[in-house]
């Protein structure tokens, strides 16, 4: 299969002060595909890496910093508010970054022979380090998705339209084959990075 390239565009969330190859930060990312030099898709995500991401201080000084960031961990959160949803917790036992890909939208001539799992493996592999200990993947089939189809019209416009439920489950049959866990009452499925990708690149987008 022809390699895989996506062009980063990197912006930090968090105060910037501190070295975010050390220090704990949250980055916005946004990619775009490119497969034998056509443009493919888009992929959007988010870089989280704070000592103890599931803490009060944890979602007052990062996660509360964007909209989208803040709706994530109050899915994630679980009822009690102390933890996160199982399974996420087995996943930051030693390492308590999160990667959490919100988006792999592809053109239409470009689904069906691999290259969305090329484009994960891919994004862990430029946007994870080694403290990254869960990736997080929204499961919502982009057809199905609420409002703003605008930006993604190549994307979605040959998209099949079933029932949602119809469109999320095979979605998310596929997403497993992958080793991705479903996290019960949320739009995400979660693995380990390195079920999906062990290797890491030696310059991390988000730190260049």
């Known amino acids: 299969m022809t390699p895989v390239e996506i062009d980063w565009n990197c912006s930090r969330l968090d105060d910037c002060e501190g070295d975010p190859t050390v220090d704990e930060c949250l980055f916005n990312l946004q990619g775009v595909v490119n497969v034998a030099g056509k443009r493919a898709g888009l ?9 103890e991401p599931e803490a009060d201080y944890a979602f007052l000084e990062f996660w509360d910093l964007d909209a989208l960031a803040c709706e994530i961990y109050e899915e994630i959160i679980a009822p009690s508010g102390e933890t996160f949803r199982h399974p996420i917790p087995e996943f930051l036992d030693f390492t308590t970054g ?5 988006l792999i939208a592809l053109r239409p001539e470009f689904r069906g022979i691999g290259i969305g799992r090329a484009v994960l493996r891919e994004t862990i592999h430029t946007c994870a380090d080694e403290r990254t200990g869960v990736v997080l993947l929204d499961s919502r089939p982009l057809q199905h998705r609420r409002g703003g189809y605008d930006s993604y019209d190549h994307e979605v416009r040959d998209l099949p339209w079933n029932k949602p439920a119809e469109d999320h489950q ?8 992958w080793g991705m866990h479903p996290v019960p009452r ?6 380990a ?8 690149a030696s310059t991390w987008a988000p730190a260049r």
């Open 43 to 51: 992929v959007e995500a988010h870089y989280l890496y704070v000592h």
């Open 98 to 102: 999160i990667l959490c890909i919100h």
């Open 170 to 177: 095979r979605l998310t049959s596929h997403l497993q084959s």
């Open 186 to 191: 949320t739009r995400f499925l979660a693995a």
């Open 193 to 200: 990075a390195e079920v999906i990708e062990p290797d890491r």
